[in-house]
């Protein structure tokens, strides 16, 4: 069973910056594929962001360019930095990891969730 929680979240006007973390229980956290899922109010959840094991990063185009995200393997942590922060990015972040291959993240699933971190950006 793997563990993880999320931190980080709060609330920015537009064009303003967070980061998001995600620590992860399970010391072979280098194995797994992790990302990110959102959910917007009233909506249902999207991945946004993919991380595989191999170090391939993969972006939805919605927050491509503006929400690098990086592991730190060593500590068994998840980061997610968002910039130019818009109202329509408003939501919970789901830090999410995949055993095994394939890495469905992006299409949000996943064999393990966090209990997710609100975002919050007005305009």
């Known amino acids: 069973q793997v563990q993880l929680v999320e931190s980080g979240g709060g609330s920015v006007q537009t064009g303003g910056s967070l980061r998001l973390s995600c620590a992860a229980s399970?010391?072979?956290?280098?194995?797994?594929?992790m990302g990110w899922v959102r959910q917007g109010p009233g909506k249902g959840r999207k991945g946004i962001a993919r991380?595989?094991?191999?170090?391939?990063?993969n972006y939805d185009a919605s927050v491509a360019g503006r929400f690098p995200s990086s592991r730190d393997n060593a500590k068994n942590t998840l980061h997610l930095h968002m910039h130019s922060l818009k109202p329509e990015d408003t939501g919970t972040y789901y830090c999410?990891?995949?055993?095994?291959?394939?890495?469905?993240?992006?299409?949000?699933?996943?064999?393990?969730w966090g209990q997710g971190t609100q975002v919050t950006v007005s305009s």
């Open positions: 399970d010391g072979t956290f280098n194995g797994y594929c």
């Open positions: 999410a990891a995949e055993l095994s291959p394939p890495c469905r993240v992006l299409a949000a699933e996943a064999d393990y």
């Open positions: 991380l595989t094991k191999a170090g391939d990063t």
